[in-house]
């Protein structure tokens, strides 16, 4: 995937990257949703429901939406909960505020916890969670295994991580059209709806320094998950990651 010298320099380093990434989001929060329905085809709406369908939730589950953005898996949660007739618990987690605002107008009265935080540091105790889900977050986050430890410490004994991103395809011919698809499908995303076609340009540049599926599911085991792995969606372009936090 060629280099975008543009964006690559600001967010080589963790602090630039947190800042770049969070008035990245400041500004395209408005139109968050309608971009993410037009890159995908509605496609992640799909995705979304089957990750949550893997995190088998059940009654009085603690979940957190970390990275939540404006609120859609925790909003699907809560839809399974009304569904299967079982109380649960929706917390979202973000370090964006004009990201939660959105969210938080999107979300009304329906139940979540809105809380400002970085993954690297949450602002939450340790064993709060039954169930962390991260949609299309890890690739934004700085010190990678860092948060997966945060996430770890967050989670109960026998909880469960599960998250969704763009993967790295491993069929070396759709690996190069799904780049080269990325590489002008943002620039365009981004002039029509954000009259600025370098907005969504991040999105090949930070895929291009993420590990991908296989390597997360190597840090998560390092890191101390347990009964790691991933499912590949659309011949590995997108991938569920998942992993345990140990029940002793
Ligand atoms: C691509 S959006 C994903 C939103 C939503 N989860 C979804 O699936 O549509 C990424 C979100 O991650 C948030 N984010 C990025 N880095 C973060 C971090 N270190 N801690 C918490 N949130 C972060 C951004 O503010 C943004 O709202």
Redesign the pocket.
């Known amino acids: 995937m060629p280099l975008n010298r543009r964006i690559s320099d600001q967010i080589d380093q963790p602090k630039d990257k947190?800042e770049y990434?969070?008035n990245l989001?400041a500004s395209v929060s408005s139109k968050y949703d309608l971009t993410?329905d037009i890159m995908s085809l509605g496609l992640h709406r799909r995705w979304?429901r089957h990750l949550v369908a893997l995190a088998e939730l059940q009654q009085g589950h603690n979940v957190l939406d970390?990275?939540?953005?404006?609120g859609?898996?925790g909003r699907e949660v809560l839809a399974v909960g009304t569904r299967h007739k079982l109380d649960l618990n929706v917390t979202a987690?973000?370090?964006?505020p004009e990201?939660i605002q959105v969210g938080r107008e999107r979300t009304g009265s329906l139940g979540t916890k809105w809380v400002a935080?970085?993954?690297?540091e949450l602002p939450f105790p340790d064993e709060s969670f039954d169930r962390v889900l991260i949609?299309?977050?890890l690739r934004?986050?700085?010190e990678l295994e860092a948060?997966l430890g945060e996430i770890l410490r967050c989670l109960a004994r026998g909880g469960r991580l599960l998250t969704l991103d763009f993967g790295h395809p491993p069929m070396p011919l759709i690996r190069r059209c799904y780049y080269a698809y990325l590489n002008t499908s943002t620039r365009i995303v981004g002039w029509a709806i954000h009259r600025d076609p370098e907005s969504y340009v991040y999105i090949p540049e930070s895929l291009r320094r993420f590990p991908g599926q296989r390597e997360v599911m190597h840090m998560m085991q390092t890191v101390g998950y347990e009964t790691c792995g991933f499912e590949e969606l659309l011949c590995g372009t997108m991938a569920i990651n998942f992993g345990n936090r140990p029940a002793n």
């Open positions: 947190r990434v969070r989001f993410n979304k970390l990275a939540a953005g404006t859609d898996l987690a973000d370090m964006t990201m935080g970085d993954a690297v949609g299309y977050g934004n986050f700085t948060c």
